[in-house]
Each structure stands twice: as structure tokens, then as C-alpha cells.
């Protein structure tokens, strides 16, 4: 088995092995994985904190042992903080990461770092406050930063710079936490899910107060939340279908 290391800040994952290909997710600077098949210019990677896999061009990654692979993967994360920071090599060159860099392996990648970092577990309390800094940041399919999230990317990230692990996709969230049998039920920090007509999950936001939901539609956005799913006050029409209401932590 071989492994490796993201020492760029944002790549991007795709469905298949081409700069053409579906983009599904992305590995933020430090993320580490496994990689499961390399080609001459792609390799399948296994990305360890949340088990998603997919496809990065080989000049966006370095390779590591696995016993460094083990101990990045024992050790507790250690995140980048701000919207935007930079790293610097050995020639004080700067990399700019977003935030939610891991900088677990920065003596590993000779990389210094000065911002502000976190590595504890934050309150439930807290959840809201994380995200709003991603308030306004565009759409993008399988994003996940603030230049570009997708819904499960966000509510990912949100959960991540706390200290909660939440898997990728808004379906795999779906499977975690507590169901709740109604809105009264939930408080602030909570997920709820939303499905289409065929009863596929296919979106997620945070619960606000008073009956208000934050997730990425077009843009991290604010909207009512009500018994039948996310009403739009600018459009006056209900975007999605609720589904279930879960309380991860």
C-alpha cells in the first residue's frame, strides 16, 4: 500500500482519471490518504479522515511512509483557522491554504506555519458561529472551502473546525446521529435532510434559532425552515423537501 500527503491547498478529486472528469470533492493542504491504484498520471486515493475516495493527478500530492501516514492518522487534527492563510518552505516560498488546512504534517512537508490554528473540541454553541464565516461563499460541487462549497462539503467543514467528525456526502450524514420526530425537537447545530421525489437524500443544512436553516444553495445562504422543508422569502417557494431532522452531537 502506498500513501500520501496534500501539500497544496486545494485539489481537486474526480470521478475518473481526467482534468475533465466530474469534480466529487477536494483535498485540503495536509490531508493525507491512501493511495489504492496509481496510474501514470492519476492515482485512486482513500483520503483517511472521512474514507472518500476518488482520483488526484500525481503532481499534486507527495508521497509518504506508512508509519508517517499512522502517526498523522493517531494524532488529534490541528486546523487552520482563517478564511485564508499561508504556509512557507525551506526558500520561503509561500503556499496559500484555506481554511480547514490540516497542518498535522507540516514538519513532515519542512513547512512553517503562524496563523492561528485550533486542535480542541468546541461547544455545540460554536457550530453556528463557524458558519457564518462561510456565509456567501459560492456554490461548487464537490467544494469545499470557502471559495467554493457544496452542501455537504459545508456542513463537513462546519463540524470538522469543531471537532466533529461528519462523513462526506449529505446520504452518508444522513446515516449518523439521533433522528428527531419534529422541528420543535432540534436546536442549533442540529442537521436537517432533505430528499426528491425519489426519496433519494439529497441536501443538508444546520439549524438555526427560530426556525431558520444556513446551508449552500447557489450560495451559503440563510432560509425559513418549516415542516415541509426550506421556503425561500425571496423567491416564495419551497426549495426542498424535508426529510429528517438529525442531532449528531
Not at 25 to 53: N, T
Not at 106 to 112: M, N, P, R, T
Amino acid at each position: 500500500m502506498q500513501y500520501g500527503i496534500c501539500n497544496l491547498g486545494i485539489v481537486p478529486i474526480r470521478s475518473e482519471p481526467c482534468d475533465k472528469s466530474e469534480l466529487v470533492s477536494q483535498v485540503l493542504y495536509g490531508e493525507f490518504f491512501k493511495v489504492l491504484e496509481k496510474r501514470k498520471k492519476w492515482s485512486r486515493i482513500r483520503i483517511a479522515y472521512d474514507k472518500y475516495e476518488g482520483w488526484i493527478d500525481n503532481k499534486q500530492y507527495l508521497n509518504i511512509t506508512d508509519t508517517q501516514y499512522k502517526t498523522l492518522n493517531e494524532s488529534k487534527p490541528i486546523l487552520s483557522i482563517d478564511l485564508l492563510e499561508y504556509v512557507s518552505d525551506e526558500n520561503n516560498n509561500l503556499f496559500t491554504i484555506p481554511l480547514g488546512a490540516s497542518l498535522n504534517g507540516l514538519d513532515l512537508l519542512h513547512h512553517k506555519f503562524d496563523g492561528n490554528k485550533e486542535s480542541e473540541k468546541q461547544k455545540k454553541s460554536n457550530l453556528l458561529k463557524t458558519a457564518f464565516v462561510y456565509l456567501n461563499a459560492p456554490y461548487l460541487w464537490g467544494g469545499k472551502t470557502p471559495f467554493g462549497i457544496d452542501c455537504s462539503g459545508f456542513t463537513q467543514m462546519v463540524y470538522k473546525l469543531n471537532g466533529h467528525k461528519l462523513k462526506r456526502d449529505a446520504s452518508q450524514q444522513a446515516s449518523q446521529g439521533e433522528a428527531l420526530s419534529f422541528i420543535e425537537e432540534s436546536e442549533p447545530g442540529d442537521l436537517a435532510f432533505f430528499d426528491n421525489a425519489e426519496g433519494d437524500i439529497i441536501h443538508v443544512g444546520i439549524i438555526m434559532e427560530d426556525n431558520y436553516i444556513i446551508h449552500a444553495h447557489g450560495k451559503v445562504r440563510i432560509d425559513r425552515l418549516d415542516h415541509s422543508g426550506i421556503y425561500n422569502v425571496e423567491t416564495n417557494t419551497h426549495t426542498h423537501k424535508l426529510r429528517v431532522i438529525k442531532k449528531i452531537i
